[in-house]
Nanobody, 113 residues
């Protein structure tokens, strides 16, 4: 079993920045990990992913503004979010893939206009 705990969400004005963290109870080095988000009344969408080899991928809506990274020593995944827009408002979830999928409980990001 793997526990994922997100933090770093909050309320920010448009154009601002936030950094989300996801602390994992077990190693993240050999597993793909990523961030998803879900706005009220909408489906959960993929935002960014980092492969076990360290390659990064982004949804078109966040490319150039968000950066995913990991610290394998701390077993922590990050999402640096810059130039935030009101449409980025959502609950953000951490995901760990591999033989089984694991999800965190989510952290709320609200961007005011």
């Amino acid at each position: 079993q793997v526990q994922l705990v997100e933090s770093g969400g909050g309320l920010v004005q448009a154009g601002g920045s936030l950094r989300l963290s996801c602390a994992a109870s077990r190693s993240i080095y050999n597993n793909p990990m990523g961030w998803y988000r879900q706005a009220p009344g909408k489906e959960r969408d993929w935002v960014a992913r980092i492969s076990s080899g360290g390659n990064t991928y982004y949804a078109d809506s966040v490319k150039g503004r968000f950066t995913i990274s990991r610290d394998s020593v701390k077993n922590t995944l990050y999402l640096q979010m810059n130039s935030l827009k009101p449409e980025d408002t959502a609950m953000y979830y951490c995901w760990r893939g591999g033989s089984q999928n694991y999800w965190g409980q989510g952290t709320q990001v609200t961007v005011s206009s």
